[in-house]
C-alpha cells in the first residue's frame, strides 16, 4: 500500500478531504469510544490550526491536528482508521508534528492507556490523571529542548 503524509491548513484541504478526515475523528472518537461530544469544537478554524493526516487511494487512514496555543503548540485528535492501525501511521504523523512545532514546548492530554506511547516521542506527563468522556486522561507536555523521536 502507497501512503501519502499531507499538511494543511483547513482552507487548503480538498472538501472531500476534510469530510474524509472529520469522519474518522468521529468514527473513532464518538463511535468506537462511545463519547458523546463537541468533536466540532471550532479549533479546527484558527489561521494557525494545521491538519495532518496519512491517506491511501484517497482515503484517510491517520490524522492529528497541531494547535497554536500562544507561544506553545498543543497536538490532538490523533487517530487512525480501525483498518490501517499497526502500520505505524500515527507515528509517523507523531513525528512530522514535533518536527513542525519547531523546537517549542508541545503539549497534548493523552489517553491514559497511551501515555508510554507518547512517551516514545519525548512527552512526559505534566499534571494529574482527570476524567474526560468518561476516559481516563493525563496531560503530558514535550520541552522545547526534549529528545524522543519515537523511532
Given at each position: 500500500m502507497n501512503v501519502t503524509h499531507r499538511t494543511a491548513r483547513l482552507a487548503a484541504m480538498p472538501p472531500a478531504t476534510l469530510y474524509s478526515l472529520m469522519r474518522l475523528r468521529v468514527d473513532v472518537f464518538v463511535v468506537e469510544q462511545r463519547c458523546a461530544y463537541p468533536e466540532l469544537d471550532g479549533r479546527d478554524l484558527e489561521p494557525d490550526a494545521l491538519q495532518m493526516w496519512s491517506e491511501s487511494d484517497d482515503a484517510v487512514l491517520a490524522t492529528l491536528r497541531v494547535l497554536h496555543d500562544g507561544d506553545d503548540r498543543r497536538i490532538g485528535r490523533v487517530a487512525t482508521a480501525a483498518r490501517a492501525r499497526g502500520r505505524g501511521l500515527a507515528a509517523q504523523l507523531m513525528r512530522r508534528a514535533v518536527d513542525e512545532c519547531e523546537g517549542r514546548l508541545i503539549r497534548l492530554d493523552?489517553?491514559?492507556?497511551l501515555a508510554d506511547w507518547y512517551?516514545?516521542?519525548?512527552f512526559v506527563v505534566d499534571g494529574d490523571e482527570f476524567i474526560e468522556d468518561a476516559i481516563p486522561h493525563v496531560p503530558m507536555a514535550r520541552a522545547a529542548d526534549a529528545t524522543g523521536g519515537g523511532r
Open positions: 493523552a489517553q491514559a492507556h512517551a516514545r516521542f519525548g
